[in-house]
Every structure is written in C-alpha cells, then in structure tokens.
C-alpha cells in the first residue's frame, strides 16, 4: 500500500540534499508515503582520553538531532507529516546498508548527484560495488534540478 513505502534521504552536508529532500517529499504528496531522514555522523578519532571522545560523539549527536529537526519541519510542511528520523554513526555506505536491511518499510533509496565532480562517493558507491547488497531502489536526482523541474516530473 502506498501509506507503508517510506522514502529514505540520506541527509549529509551537501547542497544536493535539499534536492533530494524536496524529491522525496513531492513524491509522498502526490503518491503516498512517508518521508525518512537518516544522518550519518562520523566516529570520534581514537583520542587519548575517553571523556574527550565521548564529548565530541555527544555534541556530533546533538547538531545531528537539531539539523532533522530543523529539515522535519521542513518534511511535515510539505507532506504534512512527520519524518522518521535516524541517526547513525560509522561509514556511511555502511550505515546504509544497514538501515535498509533492518526496516523493510524503506521502498525507495533517494539520493541526489553532485552537480559537480562526479555523482559523489555515496552514490558511486551504492550504484558500483555495493549495488547488489541493496534490497530497494534508488532514485538517483540530478542535483542541479530546480524546484520547477521537480514539480513536473514527481
């Protein structure tokens, strides 16, 4: 049923993330659906004291949580629903691959292509040597795409 797909976004400090974003959300407007946000923090580098690193993963948590909030503001303007929000920490291809294997609701992989140098490693990666790990699709949209060309072709 429409209601159960949920689209994924992989919200990263790209300015192509608003584009999928908004993909993502037209999408569930005009179709069904729900919106999810998934933020992947970096681990801590090894540091020599303990409470340093557990300082910094904490704060990294922090600006985490205030940015989806911030974009789930955003999603319910939009769809009129709340977003599902993840918050993971490792590698991003990894983390990923994760998430969609542990929640089979996600249906639709969105990811935004760099407008330039390439689609970007996350994208590179998922649609090369890890495409066969995936268990859905994914949406590749051209990040140079501007609201107008969105709304026409979702």
Do not use: N
Not at 76 to 97: N, Y
Not at 117 to 129: D, E, I, K, Q, V
């Amino acid at each position: 049923m429409p209601q159960d797909r949920v689209f994924l976004v992989v919200v990263d400090d790209s300015p192509e993330k608003a584009v999928a974003l908004r993909y993502a959300c037209l999408r569930v407007r005009k179709s069904g659906g729900r919106v999810a946000l998934l933020r992947i923090t970096e681990p801590p580098e090894m540091q020599e004291w303990a409470g340093i690193a557990a300082l910094m993963q904490e704060e990294r948590r922090q600006e985490a949580e205030q940015l989806l909030s911030a974009l789930a503001a955003e999603v319910e303007e939009m769809t009129g629903a709340l977003p599902l929000q993840l918050i993971r920490e490792g590698d991003p291809v990894e983390e990923v691959l994760e998430v969609l294997a542990e929640d089979p609701r996600i249906s639709i992989l969105v990811l935004a292509t760099a407008t330039e140098g390439g689609p970007g490693p996350l994208t590179t990666a998922l649609t090369g040597r890890h495409a066969g790990a995936l268990r859905c699709p994914i949406t590749l949209v051209p990040g140079g795409m501007t609201d107008a060309e969105l709304d026409r072709v979702t």
